[in-house]
């Protein structure tokens, strides 16, 4: 999925490479790629379960915010560390 700001939500948009562009990977296992990113000194956010997939969220060097997704059952909502703990 591709998705970018709509023009009546954003008072003013700068001319920035990447700015207000988001692109959705689905992927075999985004938790894989997150443990991946911080393994190489990358700094994604913290994985989330929304549409029934866990979604790593991350932003490139152009400013382009990247997520990857992956099915899960965990509870909508349910953060990394939350399940984690819960383990």
């Known amino acids: 999925m591709l998705q970018q700001f709509k023009k009546e ?3 003013e948009v700068q001319a920035k490479l990447g700015e ?4 959705w990977f689905v992927c075999e ?5 997150y443990h991946e990113f911080i393994s190489k000194g990358l700094d994604p956010a913290e994985p989330f ?3 029934n997939m866990w ?3 991350i932003k490139d060097p152009d400013g382009y915010v990247l ?3 992956s099915a ?3 509870p909508e909502e349910t953060t990394y560390s939350r399940w984690k703990k819960a383990g």
């Open 72 to 74: 899960t059952d965990v």
């Open 49 to 51: 379960v929304g549409n």
């Open 20 to 23: 207000g562009v988001s692109i």
């Open 67 to 69: 997520h990857f997704e």
């Open 9 to 11: 939500f954003v008072q």
């Open 29 to 33: 296992d985004a938790l894989e790629l």
């Open 55 to 57: 979604d790593v969220k």
